[in-house]
């Protein structure tokens, strides 16, 4: 047989033949569940993010490093008491977990490292050899001189970071090995890897393709002061254009609830402001953006998935569209809008790719309706509109914590 | 559309070109864009959907001025075949590939519009060449014409100006290799002599000009066009300035047009004036718009070329948006002495590439 071989990014660099990665071949696991040392490690990680002066501005790292601070581990911990309170159990680590990351949503290999690592899980991580932003290096280093300090010297085993081409052998070789996969990357990524074979008790938990929208109740918008109404339109835009649109928790469409006076009192305005911030901070090239949104645009007026344009500027489209199911749009801040009386008529939307509804005005009564809907289906998020983005141990309708431990019967 | 506005096309596409100032040629473009407007409107669908859900227009809307017309995006004939013919009529179908791993664009021709566009192109032509038919010079290999079933946009070209020269000679073989023998057999009978040579741009440059070694070219007396963008010629930090440097310095050529056109609008032919822009015709018009919001730029400043042209009525490829950026230089005041407007590209749109979660093992596949 072939050697099959990777390049090693973390703990060192090096290539080295699949077989011998660390993580693979341990067989002690010191780490417990929640493991003082693991958040030493990530308090670490995210103080040498803070003090580094040339990535603590990138929106994405600063709300890493807000992430990965010791305050908001112990938050997670507390959160998932309930795991502990089982009576004649122990929660122990799964064991070895394979990470499939998404190559251009950059931060997300950290957030799906620590979890696993605060699950006392040894871990190897795939991550795409394409060009990558600059930052990613920076973390790579980071967490590699990390591992070199003394007390850090336990992680050496526990996080092995690499990279391959495309290669089902390799992919093969780990998936047989591993306890359980997270494989990020949509429905491409998904079943590619759900046709590999695995070990028969692996776990595998997926983040196929989803679409997320935001929902404004008109009245509370129209009422809300004018800052309030900017401030909106701007976490508006940092949910969407953050990602170029494509983050599979920004919105595509956007439920205007109220009367149609309502709607169309607001919804102009609306996309306005959200073209002042894209103008201002979306730096994409305008030609470009233009070329490929009037595309789309046309495509969907011959598709009759439209027939009226809200907003048309290279940064900001909005059209109106009721397309059942809804559409993923081109992105780069190409928005579907429709006008609906009640929440209740989002139910006809709901489908199980349905991730984030972000929204804006609705009260606990709307909240306790729409999470009615959400039963068996769609939906695995209800927030705030700013918040879209926001990654936690519970995505997806995962609580990853405990989706990456296991529990011990004792009697 | 009737059997007399045809006529009447065709009378106004033999008028003398580069000769119509600006108020006539407006009232004279605007005639039969608002023919086409309706003619398309009524018969392709996908053209009425856009006047009307994008543009706001209707079949019996007219315009006053051609900044009125609604336009589609050029890469809408890769997406979608379109007619505005009954389909017994589609005499041919070109086909461009663009770049590799593309897909093709349709543009559907019937008998009267594919008459008008070689009319229109041998009016342009003629301009430059003159009426005598030349020895011509073929800067390509006659492979690109094999698949005839559906015309490349190169072959349609070549095929569109070889029957403006004579005893024609291609200079490379099947295999894309420059043939010297057939190049020297050429310049044997017509060295120094009247001749047309037509290739793409940066073939002229790497076989012309780069790979012959014959040091006895004169082309003091040819007339070359070229067309096909200047992308590869940049990589190699060629201007168009440099490139007719050169070309004089080595062969002694002087006339050299340039050619901007694309096989999704016939008529849309835009040749380099003797100032070095490209000069629209007058059946054609360029319109620069502002991408950010596609309003009409004014001259000197860039934007998305717009195309125009009063010939397709097969199809709907009047009025295209291009991804092209260029600049309109001025109208009717050229030191050419041409009418009309002229202005340059700058280059094209990046393509839009954007980041996103579903995007990790499944692409970067090999």
């Known amino acids: 047989m072939e050697e099959l071989r990777v390049k090693l990014i973390t703990p060192e ?72 309170s089982i009576p004649d159990t122990k929660i122990l680590p799964l064991g070895k977990v394979l990470h499939i990351c998404p190559s251009n949503v950059d931060t997300i290999f950290v957030y799906s490292l620590l979890i696993s690592l605060l699950a006392g899980n040894k871990n190897i991580l795939r991550v795409s050899s394409k060009t990558q932003p600059a930052f990613l290096d920076f973390l790579f280093e980071t967490i590699n001189s990390l591992c ?38 949509g429905d491409n990524t998904a079943l590619l890897f759900k046709s590999i074979i695995t070990n028969p008790r692996c776990r595998d938990i997926v983040f196929a393709d989803r679409i997320s929208f935001s929902v404004i109740k008109c009245s509370a918008f129209l009422n809300a ?5 900017k401030e909106t339109a701007r976490k508006f835009y940092n949910d969407s254009y953050t990602f170029d649109q494509k983050g599979c928790s920004s919105p595509q469409q956007v439920f205007f609830v109220g009367t ?15 073209d002042g911030f894209a103008k201002d901070q979306y730096d994409y090239d305008t030609a470009s953006l233009a070329v490929m949104k009037f595309n789309e645009l046309t495509n969907d007026v011959i598709e009759n998935s439209t027939n009226k344009v809200i907003s048309q500027t290279a940064f900001t489209y909005s059209v109106e569209s009721r397309d059942i199911p809804m559409k993923h749009g081109c992105g780069g801040g190409y928005f579907y809008s429709v006008n609906i009386k009640s929440v209740y008529s989002i139910q006809e939307y709901i489908n199980p790719k ?22 068996g289906g769609g939906i695995d998020r209800i927030v705030p509109i700013g918040r879209a983005l926001d990654f936690d141990y519970v995505w997806d309708g995962y609580n990853l914590v405990s989706a990456l431990t296991k529990i011990l019967h004792i009697m | 559309m009737k059997k007399t506005d045809n006529l009447e096309l065709q009378e106004y596409i033999n008028t003398p070109q580069f000769s119509i100032n600006k108020v006539e040629k407006q009232l004279l473009l605007i005639h039969f864009l608002n023919q086409l407007h309706r003619h398309h409107f009524r018969n392709n669908e996908a053209y009425a959907k856009v006047s009307s859900g994008i543009f706001n227009k209707n079949e019996n809307d007219s315009f006053n001025s051609i900044e009125e017309i609604p336009f589609l995006p050029v890469s809408i004939f890769k997406t979608h075949y379109l007619r505005s013919v009954p389909d017994e009529d589609v005499f041919k179908v070109l086909t461009s590939s663009g770049t590799t791993g593309t897909v093709p664009s349709r ?68 295999n894309y290799e420059l043939d010297e023998e057939k190049l020297s ?46 992308k590869k010629l940049q990589e190699l930090s060629v201007d168009n300035q440099t490139f007719r440097q050169k070309l004089f310095e080595r062969f002694g050529l002087r006339q050299i047009y340039n050619f901007y056109g694309m096989v999704e609008q016939v008529g849309g032919v835009f040749l380099e004036n003797t100032e070095g822009y490209l000069h629209c015709p007058n059946f054609s018009d360029i319109i620069i718009r502002n991408p950010y919001d596609f309003s009409v730029q004014p001259n000197g400043v860039e934007g998305l070329i717009q195309v125009v042209s009063i010939l397709p009525k097969s199809y709907p490829g009047h009025s295209l948006l291009t991804e092209d950026i260029g600049v309109c230089m001025g109208e009717d005041d050229s030191k050419s002495g041409w009418k009309g407007k002229y202005f340059k590209i700058i280059g094209r749109a990046k393509k839009a590439e954007l980041r996103g979660c579903s995007d990790t093992f499944a692409q970067t596949k090999q």
Request: aromatic share 12%.
């Open chain 1, 13 to 84: 660099k090096k290539e080295t033949e699949i077989s011998l990665l660390p993580a693979l071949n341990e067989k002690e696991f010191p780490l417990e569940v929640f493991d003082k040392q693991t958040i030493a490690f990530s308090d670490a990680l995210s103080k040498t993010i803070l003090q580094n002066k040339d990535f603590n501005h990138i929106p994405a790292l600063a709300a890493l490093a807000f992430w990965l601070r010791k305050s908001n581990i112990q938050r997670i911990i507390k959160e998932n008491k309930s795991l502990f």
């Open chain 2, 107 to 174: 543009v559907v021709l019937d008998k009267e519009t594919s008459q008008l566009q070689t009319l229109a192109l041998s009016k342009i032509i003629t301009k430059v060449v003159g009426n005598e038919r030349l020895p011509m010079l073929i800067v390509d290999s006659q492979s690109v014409l094999k698949d005839r079933a559906s015309f490349s946009a190169r072959g349609a070209g070549i095929l569109g100006l070889s029957i403006f020269g004579r005893n024609h000679q291609y200079i490379l073989d099947e």
């Open chain 1, 225 to 229: 002061p004018s800052e309030i109404k």
């Open chain 2, 185 to 230: 057999e050429f310049l044997k009978k017509f060295n120094g002599k009247r001749m047309l040579i037509f290739g793409f741009t940066f073939m002229v440059w790497q076989y012309l000009f780069l790979q012959s070694k014959n040091k006895e070219i004169d082309l003091s007396n040819a007339i070359l066009i070229h067309s096909g963008g200047w």
């Open chain 1, 354 to 375: 349905i991730q984030t509804l972000s929204y804006f005005g609705l009260n606990t009564e709307d909240i306790e309706n729409l999470s009615e809907i959400s039963k």
């Open chain 1, 148 to 185: 070199l300090q003394n007390e850090f010297k336990i992680f050496f085993n526990y996080i092995n970071i690499v990279s391959y081409p495309h290669n089902t052998e390799i992919s093969a070789f780990i998936s047989k090995k591993v306890d359980s996969r997270i494989i990020w990357g």
């Open chain 1, 260 to 274: 149609k006076e309502e709607y169309e009192e607001i919804v102009n305005d609306f996309f306005k402001l959200v």
